[in-house]
């Protein structure tokens, strides 16, 4: 055997026996959510496989508590962020990767800065203001602020739009298309690898987004999945297999985006490259 094909192997042999280390927590959920007892959860040794199989844990747990009305609050919370953001960090990525006008390049970098503002800093005068709007207890703090763009998708699709040929917004202007049109109908387009990336991360990040919810969300009805599960948690702390099954639920859906996206995420951020 070469030493080429022995070395491959080794990093074949390397990776799967890390996928099973960190695939077996979730292993280890999902075989907690199907056992019908306590005490086929803790014997020792450990029974990775159910003796018996409870799916109607699932159905249970659904009717314990209004999950139907946490994803309600869920997507729309990450439907319309990510919209929110998409639409206004397109713009200002292509107004700072295309329009030339003074101060652009110092605006950009002042932007770009405000990555390193670290969130805590600004919770404090961001709960004043939503407070004195009658925002607290509604969803609108969770999604209105993704209209005004994100710092990190503004980078990387700035990234992308200059990759693309000055010669096409020179043609379009010649032909007569706006400045408006030229976004919309040529590089926003164009940057459909880029925006699909976006819109994965974004919406991953609005889905499981705890702090946020747990801030200005006080009355029950207005609960996101992982706030309702974080409640569930206290009302049914000793229930294991009750609260693995509601954790699979919560998960689930992110699980499927990001293997479903994970090629495209991959795809977006090389294509976008670090042109400056």
Do not use: C
Request: aromatic share 18%; net charge positive.
């Amino acid at each position: 055997m070469k030493r080429s094909s022995i070395k491959l192997l080794v990093l074949y042999i390397a990776l799967i026996s890390l996928s099973v280390v960190f695939l077996m927590p979730f292993l280890w959920m999902v075989t907690t959510a199907l056992k019908g007892s306590e005490d086929e959860i803790f014997t020792y040794p450990p029974d990775i496989i159910p003796k018996s199989f409870h799916f109607e844990n699932f159905k249970r747990v659904w009717e314990l508590y209004p999950w139907l009305t946490f994803l309600n609050n869920t997507l729309i919370i990450a439907v319309l962020s990510t919209v929110g953001v998409v639409i206004s960090s397109s713009m200002a990525a292509f107004a700072f990767a295309v329009l030339r006008f003074r101060g652009r390049d110092k605006l950009f970098i002042l932007v770009i800065s405000t990555m390193m503002i670290p969130y805590y800093t600004t919770l404090i005068p961001q709960y004043i203001l939503f407070a004195k709007l009658g925002w607290i207890d509604t969803l609108k703090p969770l999604w209105v602020p993704a209209f005004f763009g994100s710092a990190y998708f503004i980078f990387l699709l700035r990234q992308f739009f200059k990759s693309i040929p000055v010669e096409l917004y020179e043609a379009a202007r010649i032909d007569g298309a706006s400045i408006f049109q030229t976004f919309y109908k040529i590089y926003f387009p164009l940057a459909r690898p880029a925006v699909i990336t976006v819109i994965i991360l974004h919406f991953m990040a609005a889905w499981s987004d705890f702090f946020g919810p747990l801030i200005y969300l006080q009355s029950e009805e207005k609960y996101t999945l992982v706030l309702g599960l974080n409640s569930f948690r206290g009302m049914y702390y000793t229930s294991w297999h009750y609260l693995m099954a509601a954790t699979i639920m919560v998960v689930t859906p992110m699980i499927v985006v990001f293997l479903i996206g994970q090629k495209k995420i991959i795809g977006g951020i090389t294509i976008s490259g670090m042109k400056s």
